[in-house]
T-cell receptor, first 112, second 109 residues
Framework: EAGVTQSPTHLIKTRGQQATLRCSPISGHTSVYWYQQALGLGLQFLLWYDEGEERNRGNFPPRFSGRQFPNYSSELNVNALELEDSALYLC???????????FGNGTRLTVT | KNEVEQSPQNLTAQEGEFITINCSYSVGISALHWLQQHPGGGIVSLFMLSSGKKKHGRLIATINIQEKHSSLHITASHPRDSAVYICAVNSGGYQKVTFGTGTKLQVIP
């Protein structure tokens, strides 16, 4: 089965611009999680979508937003980019609470 | 205090050594995951546990639900085991997943 896919692999933006990151979960997985991993730091929870609804969000400003589509793919939008938004953004999907987590390879966002 | 605490944060071992990484959590969980992240970012799921013990090759994961504690053991460690090992727990009514900050392991030949 195809794994979790994320696009693009790398994204370079300038401060103030908007970035859109995409994630396709494994077929049959309805839950999608977004995480930010800044250089040298652990995974920081951003957003959790399940069955098309936002279920929870981490301690990030409102300019981090997203959505989940009917096919369970998801989009993360970051508005008004700041330099400190430069990080690896990882998407993970899970079928149920008793299933393994599956991660994509991430999108490396660089804000200049 | 974080809901998921890992120790140690950094670990250097000689090839062949037995390694233990610990994870303690403070919430009720439905499952605990051990993940491996290599340089470059890719994360691989090693184990998903809700009780007892699991073994895969040289890796062993245990969990004690009463003590809210899990350990990841690596036997006969090898330089290719060098990575960040992350503990994550599923908790909450909506399957909230919380991650530990990771343990960076370096195995020296």
């Amino acid at each position: 089965e195809a794994g979790v896919t994320q696009s693009p692999t790398h994204l370079i933006k300038t401060r103030g611009q908007q970035a859109t990151l995409r994630c396709s979960p494994i077929s049959g997985h309805t839950s999608v999680y977004w995480y930010q991993q800044a250089l040298g730091l652990g995974l920081q929870f951003l957003l959790w979508y399940d069955e098309g609804e936002e279920r929870n969000r981490g301690n990030f400003p409102p300019r981090f937003s997203g959505r989940q589509f009917p096919n369970y793919s998801s989009e993360l939008n970051v508005n008004a980019l700041e330099l400190e938004d430069s990080a690896l953004y990882l998407c993970a999907s899970i079928r149920t609470s008793n299933s393994p987590l599956h991660f994509g390879n991430g999108t490396r966002l660089t804000v200049t | 205090k974080n809901e998921v605490e890992q120790s140690p944060q950094n670990l250097t071992a000689q090839e062949g050594e037995f390694i233990t990484i610990n994870c303690s959590y403070s919430v009720g969980i439905s499952a605990l995951h051990w993940l491996q992240q290599h340089p470059g970012g890719g994360i691989v799921s090693l184990f998903m546990l809700s009780s007892g013990k699991k073994k895969h090759g040289r890796l062993i994961a245990t969990i004690n639900i009463q003590e809210k504690h899990s350990s990841l053991h690596i036997t006969a460690s090898h330089p290719r085991d060098s990575a960040v090992y992350i503990c994550a727990v599923n908790s909450g009514g909506y399957q909230k997943v919380t991650f530990g900050t990771g343990t960076k392991l370096q195995v020296i030949p």
